[in-house]
């Protein structure tokens, strides 16, 4: 009997069907538990690593603080910062943590946002120029307002972390797809090639050593990225070793 066979075959074809989708289900959750996993292990690590140099200029102030008082500036300065850089992470992690969960969404003209973001980077680095160029006076957006006032704040930072000369911040609609586009550009060290794509992973930091005195956590980009892709934009680099680097954003109007 034909039919009968047919069906069978049929039954066949969609447990074959369901044990694919079964297993892909299985390997993608078991890729997202490992990423969690590694998130974990690597967040762990970054938070011991400051306890870890704060514990130990601590014994040493207690062994020797009293006969090499020249020490103690050397000792509380270096705690100073391990705090600060602790403090950091800690911030950051909570907004990873955060920003996936909430929902409070408003209409943002997103120069205003990035102009105050400059005045807040001008007030504490006085010495560097902050260039900003835009033609209209509104750009108007929809989001989470807490959560856009970080991609500003990321990029700018990064941009005076990562450069000496002035930096500049250029705003405009792209013509042909009607999306704001933010663009942030310093003649600064540069990212090379390779390193472009990484740059956007939790903790990834190109230099990982000189990072430490310039105080990078490594979530900066991480949690750029997270936030403007919840919001439907797009995050994209140009860079040149030496050069520096252009990092654009693009936003829904
Ligand atoms: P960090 O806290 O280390 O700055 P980010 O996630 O913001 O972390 O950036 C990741 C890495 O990308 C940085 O450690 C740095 O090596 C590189 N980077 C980011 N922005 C720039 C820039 N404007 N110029 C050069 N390198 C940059």
């Known amino acids: 009997n034909w039919e009968k066979s047919d069906v069978k075959k049929r039954n066949k074809d969609e447990i074959y069907e369901m044990e694919i989708t079964f297993n892909e289900m299985i390997d993608s959750l078991k890729e997202n538990f490992e990423k969690q996993e590694a998130f974990v292990s690597n967040a762990s690590h970054e938070l011991k690593t400051p306890i870890q140099i704060i514990k130990s200029y601590a014994q040493l102030i207690e062994r020797q603080g009293k006969k090499r008082p020249e020490l103690l500036d050397e000792s509380v300065g270096a705690i100073d910062s391990e705090a600060d850089r602790m403090q950091k992470l800690v911030e950051q992690l909570l907004l990873l943590a955060k920003h996936k969960n909430e929902n409070k969404k408003q209409e943002i003209n997103i120069r205003e946002v990035v102009e105050q973001v400059i005045q807040t980077f001008q007030k504490a680095y006085p010495d560097r120029e902050i260039q900003f160029d835009a033609k209209a006076s509104d750009y108007k957006t929809f989001g989470n307002i807490d959560q856009i006032k970080q991609i500003p704040y ?51 930091r190109v230099d990982r050593a000189r990072n430490r005195e310039t105080g990078g956590t490594g979530l900066g980009l991480a949690i750029a990225k997270e936030i403007i892709e919840i919001h439907g934009g797009e995050i994209t680099v140009e860079s040149e070793v030496g050069q520096g680097s252009a990092f654009t954003w693009t936003l829904l109007k």
């Open 154 to 204: 990321i990029l700018i930072e990064n941009a005076l972390k990562y450069s000496e000369e002035a930096i500049l911040i250029k705003m405009r609609i792209d013509t042909d797809t009607g999306k704001i586009e933010i663009q942030f550009k310093d003649d600064g060290e540069g990212i090379a090639m390779e390193e472009q794509e990484k740059i956007f992973d939790r903790f990834y």
